[in-house]
């Protein structure tokens, strides 16, 4: 076994938690296991990946309406270029809202929306979705966006989020949300590359307690992207904003005037339904590409079998629309099996820490989805919080995002899960767009593990020569076989996604994708996520690369070169450092070091932000030029750099302060 691979790691948590059995019974995945006469819950898993097309066909009927059948469920003959649902007819907002607004359903609560502001709330049902939906599709057409054309949207967590993403998907066209935390220059980089014809955005939003404007990032981003032909701006806060004749045109004004019925576009389910920039190792954003006929499919069977999502249960997703999580389980995941849904605006902590308690109570959530670095924030809050209000209604809690720390479980489950909710610890990513390794609530939990791949996938971790390696033992979490919510390519770069995700192990095992994470399976096969292999940060949760943040960095007049690491925090999971050399003759001074901070905040937007700016001479670089992160992460943690031998300039490493 290569050397590599010999990584193992001895998994201490010896707890396990067993879901009470009520739970258990009342449960989607436990229910289907029974009906399909499976004794127990690996020999579900199993059958289920090894018959994985006929599973994710099953899936596919069960949870998605198709207007002609497929008559294919994979082709495979285009490996990696995988399709699935070959012949039939299909449009995710049909599945998301179409159907329900058709049926009993109609009248149904899709999202309560909880604006920031307290007392500033609306119940949206399924019906008025329709017509909301409608009514923008309609808006969409007249500014002459047609299938196939991109659409970014720039917005807050306010309804008109979900309504333009599935006004795009009506109509066919492709929708690229860029979170709103990123500023002009993340904006501007993700515009131009899709060469969006429309970006729909907001006068502003509120943010602990204040309206802040979001208008005029998109100037100064739109000013050089010439695709751009119009701005649509919803009016959240009423602050004052400049609006550019010709091309902006409030939300509201365009919406008025149409009609509210809307004909639905039947797609083919390779169609594409979104981009989403996300990052990779280096400074250029990928634009991942996502299909209608997965993406109708995946994300409603992970709704339902891992987070249990069921027909009268109140389902809380608190990501941010902006990420993927949001794409899948705020917007296609729970809309698809006509659930409902809290769509909350601000942030955890406004007016106190008790908010997010006050909305589960009120609404009585009974399905909790959030990330490890909220769950610490409140951790280190204090019980306090959650204990003034009355939680009983959770049933299921879950995380996503980063490892969700023993300690952090416990918290989580004690003061928000009454010492009973199972919490389904969920490892994906934007390019799996679903839930790939997580418990069900009939699994037994170890905190801290994401326990076993879900039914449907075959994931395994390999060494370098793509053996599998032993219980115990580390390597690559690869997936060996396709599943219908797959990335599809990089908008415009087919080459550059074969190469990051397949070429691994192409010679060896062609077919193989590399998700970029390490992770060891315990004695008993539970999944232990280790990490990421390449030089992507996360930071409370936010996919950031490295690169991105350094040449943000460097876009700063004074300074020459830049090298960021993640440093680890107890409750952001990692924070931003950067290493910045100066250019000639520049001082260094303390107001410098506030100055390229506010700049890549600038540049990139608060997501981004470097917590701690140093100065260095020179950083460790190999001989072709490239920075080593690893050996400057390693020096300024006080850890072993290990090998420098391939360092063209080894004299560097000593000038990597250490940075407490
Ligand atoms: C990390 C977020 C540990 C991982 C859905 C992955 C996790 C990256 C978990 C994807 C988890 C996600 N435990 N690590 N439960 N979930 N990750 O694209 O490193 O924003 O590769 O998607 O987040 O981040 P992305």
Redesign the pocket.
Known sequence: MAETAKTAVLQEETRIFNTPQWIIEHSNSFQWMKKKGFKTEMEMRAWCSENYVDFWDEMAQSYADWYKPYDQILDDSKNPYFKWFLGGKINVAYNAVDRHAKSWRKNKVAYYFEGEPVGDKKAITYYELYRAVNKMANGLKSLGVEKGDRVSVYLPMIPELPITMLACAKIGAIHSVVFSGFSAGGLNSRVTDAESKVVVTSDGFYRRGKPLPLKPNVDTAVQDAPSVKNVVVVKRTGVATDMVEGRDIWYQDLVAAQSDECVTEELDPEDRLFILY?SGTTGKPKGIEHAHGGYSVAPAYTTAWALDVQEDDVFWCTADAG???GHSYVIYGPLCLGATSILYEGSPDFPNLGRWWSIIEEYGVSVFYTA?TAIRMFMKAGDQWPAKYNLKCVRILA??????NPEAYMWFRKNIGADQAPII????????GCHV??PLPMTPEKPGS?AFPLPGFNTDIFDEEANSVPLGYGGNIVQKTPWPSMLRAFYKDEIRYKKEYWEMYWDVKPGTYL???KATRDKDGYWW?Q??IDD?L?VA???ISNAEVESAAVSHPKVAEAAVIGKPDEVKGETIVAFVIVKEGVEETEDLKKEVAKHVRTVLGPVAYPESVYFVKDVPKTRSGKIMRRVVKAKALGKPVGDTSALANPESVEMIPLIG
């Open positions: 996300t990420w993927i999580t490890p995380s996503v995002g980063e490892p969700l610890d969920t490892w994906w990513q934007t390019e799996t390794i997580a994401v998700a970029g994470d996520i990490g990421r992507v996360k949760g936010h996919r």
